[in-house]
């Protein structure tokens, strides 16, 4: 296993990390943007009105990705593990 190899799974580690949190970061940024609006707009500063729907689209958006997030993940895992037999020289 060399350097350019490493690098290459860790590459690849990165974008499915990426991929996989994009949907959660990118629900929590427009609900949060959307409700500092309506909070700047009304001028209503309570605490709960900014966490508790972020808290409910973060999990909506769970509940919606969550199965294509999994089988993201299962087939990077599968991929690196089909790929130790070459990586290692074994076979």
Do not use: N, R
């Not at 690098?7 to 943007?33: C, H, N, R, S």
Request: charged fraction near 10%; include cysteine.
């Amino acid at each position: 296993m060399d350097t350019s190899q490493i690098m290459d799974i860790g590459m690849q580690a990165f974008i499915v990390a990426g991929k996989l949190a994009a949907p959660i970061l990118i629900t929590g940024l427009v609900v949060g943007f959307a409700i500092s609006l309506f909070q700047s707009i009304t001028q209503i500063q309570e605490a709960t009105l900014s966490f508790v729907p972020k808290a409910v689209a973060v999990a909506v958006a769970l509940i919606v990705c969550g199965h294509w997030m999994i089988s993201e993940i299962v087939a990077f895992t599968t991929d690196l593990f089909d790929k130790i037999p070459a990586l290692t020289g074994v076979g």
